[in-house]
């Protein structure tokens, strides 16, 4: 490859920072792409990288700093304007019209004023055909492969005149020889001069296809490196770098394994929970470490019944030896498993309901009597967990939707607290909670393993991991790759196996 | 009185909301009609309004159980037209009441479970299954059940007509079984188990379903609920006509209990209002139905009205109740 020093960058970034209510999502990120060029940007979940790229094809704004492109330095209002100039996206999950054409996709937003069927297949074919791709342009999107729906997107912004595209995830859904047919797609983007971004967290296929790699950590750049002067382990160490949060795990006591709880053999569901198999004892902090999209929240989600029209494909689950199958987590809570949601808002807590009546909802919920509703149970109930769990409230009939992330977070925890379960799923327990609120949870997790409850922590955050948990398990690609003693686990450890 | 509310409604009694508004301006036109309309503020006007109203409000009763639960039951009136002229025609051919009474319970109860377990179990949309299944309903009941369009209540049967003309310390029976359906609405919404579930599944159902509870045979259950008032509104509506047109399913009068729920302020998201939000909107379509029959305001024209007065209700919810997503992803980052 050219030196890219040399060539005008198709886009340059200077200093881009992204507040979302005054945090940083990113802070001063310098970074550019050169036409015919094809930069990797890698790092951990939440390090960034989305961010960066929602910056850059239009569906954000910089807080501050500066975005050059061809020359020009641009504010895009909406994805729209990107496009026009030149700037696609293909996402992981194809953003396809599922029951139109190949061709008609090929065109949507573009169609010329006047066009026949016959025409835009005749174009699509053109297309495709000038870059090998073989897609029957009169094929419904439905009825195409991943592969071949990526193949109809990144026509798709050819067709656009795109001279930057951004690939977000395209391997994740891939089989070995699509990812090889997708390589060699991107090497004829290059040939053609069109400036590419690819983000993955494969990190043998940024280091194969790409001219240079940035890492991403902490919203931060920690550097960009060139692919060919690099290692993985390099890599890795760049994209955990941090110092402080080694030995936590040694410090504190481990905790031993009390009875079995739960097994999980050789499970396969959907796509995503291929022949998972673990076990999580009574009394312990279970951890499943892993990237997102390595089956870990989906497998939650089976066990505790709460998979929605997704069964089971093989496999058994058995709680205390005894085989279970729930189809609604109806029979999971009565059964004593509660899965804690990742995603509050979605299916955590009600939004017009206060404090006390979230907390009781679940009380309620958790068993068959009383049938009549108890305001001095309710109360009672309210008072102990907001004590239990400190929740910042000026009143416990303040609404939920009115509290920081880390109350509702509580909230949330105490609605399935009350349960009293014997197992619980709390799936990325500190996601979007203030610093002090994420201790007090991991206190709370810990002071339950003390209680002699199996608890089941799904994290991507490694300090999280490091400092919660007596077992740690890695989840890759829908299977348990790797199990560690928290004593014997390090965040490079982790890593390595996190990734492929 | 303890100021117990239901949890969708907790706090709202301090603030101006749409239902004191709606209450006040219930008072207002009230009080303009009195002084403007003759024969608006007359003891047999009052008796008609008191009754058309109680049969509205027991509707709306049905309607709002519904919504809340963030279902919607658009096929109340074909069931309480239907179950109930089937009732009163078995009566006329000398089925003992308590028979004919149980069965016309039953296929109440089935259409009901019918709806729920479209809805819960099959995932259909509320609206197309209520929709379909009022149709159906209607359908099969002029088809297979009753011959004639109206029904007439046979002589006797002095039990069901004492819900239309009998009177309890001066006041007329169909305002006490409107004011009985209400209470034990309330009391069903305050106190109940299923209550407090019907207002979480409003809210979030996904949230209501990963908590445990039982989300499938709660949406069967409220649905059963809705058909047996509207059976209930059946049997006063008969009883103070002496017959049951079964035509009324093909009338406005599933718009006006939409219209009465959602401008009493029941969101139609579900999970927001109670039974007092009923009552009021209740009042204030009561009273605007009466005075615009009085007024002799034709029949298409108050449907404009109506119409007009429905969507601005829905806008008006709406832009309470909002469902952008940019609002609903506030707090995140």
Redesign the interface.
């Given at each position: 490859m050219n030196d890219t020093a040399m060539v005008e960058p198709a886009l340059r970034l200077r200093g881009a920072t992204k507040l979302?209510?005054g945090?940083a999502?990113i802070s001063d990120i310098d970074f550019d792409v050169a036409p015919g060029e094809v930069h990797a940007l890698v790092g951990e979940n939440g390090a960034g990288k989305s961010t960066l790229c929602k910056v850059i094809c239009g569906a954000a704004t910089l807080s501050a700093g500066e975005l050059i492109y061809e020359g020009k330095k641009r504010a895009f209002d909406s994805p729209q304007d990107a496009l026009n100039l030149g700037i696609a996206m293909v996402y992981q999950e194809t953003s396809l019209v599922p029951t139109m054409t190949a061709a008609q996709n090929i065109h949507l937003g573009r169609e010329p004023m006047f066009s026949t069927h016959k025409s835009l297949n005749i174009r699509a074919q053109h297309l495709l055909q000038s870059m090998n791709f073989s897609v029957d342009p009169k094929a419904l999107v439905s009825t195409l492969g991943t592969a071949k729906r990526q193949m109809v997107e990144i026509t798709r912004a050819i067709y656009f005149g795109a001279r930057l595209i951004i690939f977000d995830e395209p391997s994740a859904s891939l089989t070995p020889e699509e990812i090889q047919h997708l390589f060699l797609l991107i090497e004829d983007l290059r040939r053609r001069g069109v400036a590419v971004i690819y983000i993955s967290h494969a990190l043998e296929e940024a280091l194969s296809i790409a001219d240079r790699i940035t890492v991403l950590r902490d919203g931060r750049k920690v550097r960009t490196v060139r692919a060919s002067e690099t290692t993985r382990d390099e890599i890795v160490r760049m994209m955990v770098g941090r110092e402080v949060a080694r030995t936590r795990a040694s410090e504190r006591r481990i905790r031993d394994r009390g009875e079995l709880v739960l097994s999980v053999d050789n499970v396969v569901s959907g796509t995503m929970v291929r022949n998972m198999t673990f076990k999580v004892f009574a009394g312990q902090v279970t951890t499943i470490a892993g990237l997102v999209g390595s089956g870990r929240t989906e497998i939650a989600k089976v066990i505790?019944g709460?998979m929605k029209r997704r069964r089971l494909r093989g496999g058994t689950i058995k709680l205390d030896n005894r085989p279970v199958r729930y189809r609604?987590?109806?029979q999971?809570?009565?059964d004593g498993i509660?899965?804690v949601?990742e995603d509050r808002?979605?299916?955590?807590?009600?939004?017009?309901?206060?404090i006390s009546?979230n907390i009781?909802?679940?009380y309620?919920?958790?068993q068959r009597q009383?049938?009549?509703?108890s305001?001095k149970r309710e109360r009672e109930l309210a008072r102990n967990w907001s004590d239990k769990l400190q929740i910042a409230a000026i009143n416990r009939?303040a609404?939920v939707i009115e509290l920081?992330?880390g109350n509702q977070q509580k909230v949330v925890i105490a609605?399935?607290m009350v349960?009293k379960p014997k197992l619980v799923i709390f799936d990325e327990p500190t996601r979007?909670v203030d610093v002090g609120a994420i201790e007090e949870i991991h206190k709370l997790i810990g002071k339950l393993a003390d209680e002699g409850v199996a608890v089941l922590v799904i994290s991507s955050y490694l300090p999280e991991v490091l400092s919660v948990s007596d077992r740690i398990l890695v989840a890759r690609g829908g299977r348990i790759v790797e199990q560690f003693d928290a004593s014997a686990a390090t965040e490079e450890k982790i890593m390595f196996a996190a990734i492929h | 009185m303890e100021t117990v509310t239901a949890p969708g409604a907790s706090k709202v009694s301090v603030k101006i909301t749409q239902e004191w508004i709606v209450f006040a301006l219930a008072v207002v036109i009230f009080a303009l009609f009195s002084l403007i309309l003759r024969g608006f503020a007359t003891v047999d006007n009052m008796l008609a309004l008191v009754r058309n109203v109680s049969i509205l409000g027991i509707l709306s009763v049905g309607m709002a159980l519904s919504i809340l639960g963030r279902g919607i039951d658009l096929s109340i009136v074909a069931t309480m037209a239907v179950s109930v002229a089937w009732m009163i025609l078995m009566l006329g051919e000398g089925v003992a009441p308590p028979t004919a009474f149980a069965l016309a319970l039953a296929f109440v109860v089935l259409v009901g479970a019918a709806n729920g377990f479209l809805v819960a179990y099959v995932e259909i949309p509320a609206v197309f299954t209520t929709l379909a299944m009022g149709g159906l309903v209607y359908g099969l009941g002029r088809f297979a059940m009753i011959s004639v369009d109206i029904v007439n209540l046979p002589p006797g049967q002095d039990w069901l007509r004492g819900f239309g003309s009998g009177t309890l310390a001066g006041i007329p029976a169909p305002v006490i079984v409107f004011a009985v359906v209400c209470v034990v609405a309330y009391l069903f919404l305050s106190y109940a188990k299923a209550g407090r579930f019907v207002y979480a599944l409003g809210d979030n159902p996904a949230a209501a379903r990963i908590s445990g509870v039982p989300v499938r045979p709660l949406i069967v259950l409220q649905y059963v609920i809705a058909a047996l008032i509207a059976f209930c509104a059946g049997l006063v509506m008969t009883a103070n006509v002496d017959s049951m047109n079964t035509r009324i399913v093909n009338s406005t009068l599933v718009y006006d209990v939409i219209l009465v729920v959602v401008l009493g302020g029941i969101g139609l998201g579900g999970g927001k209002g109670g039974i007092r939000n009923v009552v009021v909107g209740t009042l204030l379509i009561g009273i605007l139905l009466n005075g615009m029959t009085i007024m002799n305001i034709p029949f298409l024209m108050q449907n404009i009205i109506k119409g007009i007065i429905l969507l601005a209700a829905i806008v008006a919810d709406t832009l309470l109740n909002p469902r952008d997503e940019q609002t609903s992803q506030q707090g995140d980052i």
């Amino acid at each position: 490859m050219n030196d890219t020093a040399m060539v005008e960058p198709a886009l340059r970034l200077r200093g881009a920072t992204k507040l979302y209510q005054g945090t940083a999502a990113i802070s001063d990120i310098d970074f550019d792409v050169a036409p015919g060029e094809v930069h990797a940007l890698v790092g951990e979940n939440g390090a960034g990288k989305s961010t960066l790229c929602k910056v850059i094809c239009g569906a954000a704004t910089l807080s501050a700093g500066e975005l050059i492109y061809e020359g020009k330095k641009r504010a895009f209002d909406s994805p729209q304007d990107a496009l026009n100039l030149g700037i696609a996206m293909v996402y992981q999950e194809t953003s396809l019209v599922p029951t139109m054409t190949a061709a008609q996709n090929i065109h949507l937003g573009r169609e010329p004023m006047f066009s026949t069927h016959k025409s835009l297949n005749i174009r699509a074919q053109h297309l495709l055909q000038s870059m090998n791709f073989s897609v029957d342009p009169k094929a419904l999107v439905s009825t195409l492969g991943t592969a071949k729906r990526q193949m109809v997107e990144i026509t798709r912004a050819i067709y656009f005149g795109a001279r930057l595209i951004i690939f977000d995830e395209p391997s994740a859904s891939l089989t070995p020889e699509e990812i090889q047919h997708l390589f060699l797609l991107i090497e004829d983007l290059r040939r053609r001069g069109v400036a590419v971004i690819y983000i993955s967290h494969a990190l043998e296929e940024a280091l194969s296809i790409a001219d240079r790699i940035t890492v991403l950590r902490d919203g931060r750049k920690v550097r960009t490196v060139r692919a060919s002067e690099t290692t993985r382990d390099e890599i890795v160490r760049m994209m955990v770098g941090r110092e402080v949060a080694r030995t936590r795990a040694s410090e504190r006591r481990i905790r031993d394994r009390g009875e079995l709880v739960l097994s999980v053999d050789n499970v396969v569901s959907g796509t995503m929970v291929r022949n998972m198999t673990f076990k999580v004892f009574a009394g312990q902090v279970t951890t499943i470490a892993g990237l997102v999209g390595s089956g870990r929240t989906e497998i939650a989600k089976v066990i505790a019944g709460a998979m929605k029209r997704r069964r089971l494909r093989g496999g058994t689950i058995k709680l205390d030896n005894r085989p279970v199958r729930y189809r609604v987590p109806t029979q999971g809570v009565r059964d004593g498993i509660v899965y804690v949601t990742e995603d509050r808002k979605m299916d955590g807590f009600f939004e017009t309901m206060s404090i006390s009546e979230n907390i009781y909802l679940g009380y309620l919920a958790g068993q068959r009597q009383p049938l009549l509703v108890s305001r001095k149970r309710e109360r009672e109930l309210a008072r102990n967990w907001s004590d239990k769990l400190q929740i910042a409230a000026i009143n416990r009939d303040a609404r939920v939707i009115e509290l920081s992330g880390g109350n509702q977070q509580k909230v949330v925890i105490a609605k399935s607290m009350v349960q009293k379960p014997k197992l619980v799923i709390f799936d990325e327990p500190t996601r979007g909670v203030d610093v002090g609120a994420i201790e007090e949870i991991h206190k709370l997790i810990g002071k339950l393993a003390d209680e002699g409850v199996a608890v089941l922590v799904i994290s991507s955050y490694l300090p999280e991991v490091l400092s919660v948990s007596d077992r740690i398990l890695v989840a890759r690609g829908g299977r348990i790759v790797e199990q560690f003693d928290a004593s014997a686990a390090t965040e490079e450890k982790i890593m390595f196996a996190a990734i492929h | 009185m303890e100021t117990v509310t239901a949890p969708g409604a907790s706090k709202v009694s301090v603030k101006i909301t749409q239902e004191w508004i709606v209450f006040a301006l219930a008072v207002v036109i009230f009080a303009l009609f009195s002084l403007i309309l003759r024969g608006f503020a007359t003891v047999d006007n009052m008796l008609a309004l008191v009754r058309n109203v109680s049969i509205l409000g027991i509707l709306s009763v049905g309607m709002a159980l519904s919504i809340l639960g963030r279902g919607i039951d658009l096929s109340i009136v074909a069931t309480m037209a239907v179950s109930v002229a089937w009732m009163i025609l078995m009566l006329g051919e000398g089925v003992a009441p308590p028979t004919a009474f149980a069965l016309a319970l039953a296929f109440v109860v089935l259409v009901g479970a019918a709806n729920g377990f479209l809805v819960a179990y099959v995932e259909i949309p509320a609206v197309f299954t209520t929709l379909a299944m009022g149709g159906l309903v209607y359908g099969l009941g002029r088809f297979a059940m009753i011959s004639v369009d109206i029904v007439n209540l046979p002589p006797g049967q002095d039990w069901l007509r004492g819900f239309g003309s009998g009177t309890l310390a001066g006041i007329p029976a169909p305002v006490i079984v409107f004011a009985v359906v209400c209470v034990v609405a309330y009391l069903f919404l305050s106190y109940a188990k299923a209550g407090r579930f019907v207002y979480a599944l409003g809210d979030n159902p996904a949230a209501a379903r990963i908590s445990g509870v039982p989300v499938r045979p709660l949406i069967v259950l409220q649905y059963v609920i809705a058909a047996l008032i509207a059976f209930c509104a059946g049997l006063v509506m008969t009883a103070n006509v002496d017959s049951m047109n079964t035509r009324i399913v093909n009338s406005t009068l599933v718009y006006d209990v939409i219209l009465v729920v959602v401008l009493g302020g029941i969101g139609l998201g579900g999970g927001k209002g109670g039974i007092r939000n009923v009552v009021v909107g209740t009042l204030l379509i009561g009273i605007l139905l009466n005075g615009m029959t009085i007024m002799n305001i034709p029949f298409l024209m108050q449907n404009i009205i109506k119409g007009i007065i429905l969507l601005a209700a829905i806008v008006a919810d709406t832009l309470l109740n909002p469902r952008d997503e940019q609002t609903s992803q506030q707090g995140d980052i």
